[in-house]
């Protein structure tokens, strides 16, 4: 499978090196153009790219980890992407500091919310409850497996994410639609930031 990053921080770099020791082709990219992201191309190895966000969002699966703020610049020049799975990895920090604030989407969860900028995508919300320091090491651990949360509209798609991060060695975990379990999952809901394992 060829993944496409729309972000190159913490979480997508930790989700892309997963993607890499299973043998899937990564593409890099953010808002400062490729040449910014050489460097981690190289520490990450043959089976990763930079590209542009456009090149990036024409892979199979697209992951979505940009700060809360950039999503709409982040997403504005890209191709409709008509049936592309999305996996949305955001947070709704409306900003950071000094004291960090939930952007009010009035009755919309998060992942509504970036649904409704990417029409024809299939948005499979996951891998944000979870810091980025927890998603990068083997998720696989003697006591279990390391669970990830996940929500969204389209079976399908939510069964390709679930293939795909058991493979990883993930246990995912269906919530259901983005509305009911992305409203779980997101910030202020009650399964954000829960570390668990899925006992085998």
Request: aromatic content about 4%.
């Amino acid at each position: 499978m060829k993944i496409g990053m729309l972000g190159a921080g913490a979480i997508a770099q930790a989700i892309a090196r997963h993607a890499i020791r299973h043998g899937h082709e990564v593409v890099l990219s953010n808002s400062r153009g490729p040449a910014s992201l050489a460097p981690l191309g190289k520490d990450l190895g043959a089976l990763a790219a930079a590209a542009s966000p456009a090149e990036a969002a024409a892979a199979d699966l697209v992951v979505l980890a940009v700060p809360w703020p950039q999503i709409p610049d982040a997403v504005a020049g890209l191709p409709r992407l008509d049936r592309t799975i999305v996996v949305d990895a955001t947070n709704q920090f409306a900003s950071l500091s000094p004291k960090p604030e939930i952007a009010d989407l009035g009755d919309f969860t998060g992942s509504e919310y970036v649904a409704s900028l990417l029409p024809g995508a299939r948005v499979v919300k996951a891998f944000n409850a979870l810091y980025a320091q927890f998603i990068a090491p083997e998720p696989c651990h003697e006591a279990g497996r390391q669970v990830l949360f996940l929500a969204g509209d389209d079976a399908d798609a939510k069964d390709t994410v679930k293939d795909l991060t058991s493979e990883f060695g993930f246990a995912p975990v269906d919530l259901g639609t983005l509305r009911e379990g992305g409203r779980l999952i997101q910030l202020g809901g009650p399964l954000s930031a829960l570390h668990a394992l899925k006992q085998d």
